[in-house]
């Protein structure tokens, strides 16, 4: 069963950068499109970002277009989302997920999703 892992979240000031990393294990990471995803407090689950298996297709939510950038390293099991210019309304628990194998291009609903990470928290401050 694959498992994703989350990490690099944190507290930063608004207009500052994070870097976020999934790291899968348990599968072969390249047969699976992934996402990014978020949850603010007393909010529904949200799309940030997706990435088909190749890496050649990404998708944004339109609130992060030109900010964040979602990458793959598939050598290394491993998809990104570069955080720049950070605003207070992206403070979220932001979550990664992958697509079922076959899958080849990303998705943008929750429902194209079906294994995520347990998250990790993101807190930006004014």
């Known amino acids: 069963q694959v498992q994703l892992v989350e990490s690099g979240g944190g507290l930063v000031q608004a207009g500052g950068s994070l870097r976020l990393s999934c790291s899968a294990s348990?599968?072969?990471?390249?047969?699976?499109?992934m996402g990014w995803f978020r949850q603010a407090p007393g909010k529904e689950r949200e799309f940030v970002a997706g990435i088909s298996r190749s890496g050649g297709s990404t998708a944004y939510a339109d609130s992060v277009k030109g900010r964040f950038t979602i990458s793959r390293d598939n050598a290394k099991n491993t998809v990104y989302l570069q955080m720049n210019s950070l605003k207070p309304e992206d403070t979220a628990v932001h979550y990664c997920?992958?697509?079922?194998?076959?899958?080849?291009?990303?998705?943008?609903?929750?429902?194209?999703?079906?294994?995520w990470g347990q998250g990790t928290q993101v807190t930006v401050s004014s």
């Open positions: 348990g599968g072969t990471f390249s047969r699976y499109a």
């Open positions: 997920a992958r697509r079922p194998a076959g899958m080849i291009q990303e998705g943008t609903s929750e429902k194209d999703y079906i294994s």
